[in-house]
Nanobody
Framework: QVQVVESGGGLVQPGGSLRLSCAAS????????MAWYRQTPGNERELVAR???????NYADSVKGRFIISRGNAQNTVYLQMNSLQPEDTAVYYC???????????????WGQGTQVTVSS
């Protein structure tokens, strides 16, 4: 089993910045791509940004040029630097980790519990 834990959410004014952090842990697994999703009430979760193990990235059009996803020195950590935040960025942000069991080579995607980001004056 892999545990995924996010941190760094909170309240920020429009135009402000926030940095989310995420760490994945679990023995017997190799962590591959990691990503951030977000969800607002009544809507499906949407992909915000994703980064592969070799640090290739992709972003939702709505956040390109404002958000930056990066991995820490430990391959099991990922960050989301969010700049120029707008009220429409308000959502619960979820971190995911693609994890492959080293014994069976089967991959699973694990989700964190989510962290609330609220952009409001």
């Amino acid at each position: 089993q892999v545990q995924v834990v996010e941190s760094g959410g909170g309240l920020v004014q429009p135009g402000g910045s926030l940095r989310l952090s995420c760490a994945a842990s679990g023995g017997g697994f190799s962590i591959g791509a990691m990503a951030w999703y977000r969800q607002t009430p009544g809507n499906e979760r949407e992909l915000v940004a994703r980064i592969t193990r070799d640090e290739s990235t992709n972003y939702a059009d709505s956040v390109k040029g404002r958000f930056i996803i990066s991995r820490g020195n430990a391959q099991n950590t990922v960050y989301l630097q969010m700049n120029s935040l707008q009220p429409e960025d308000t959502a619960v942000y979820y971190c995911t980790a693609d994890a492959r069991r080293v014994d069976t080579m089967v991959s699973y995607m694990y989700w964190g519990q989510g962290t609330q980001v609220t952009v409001s004056s």
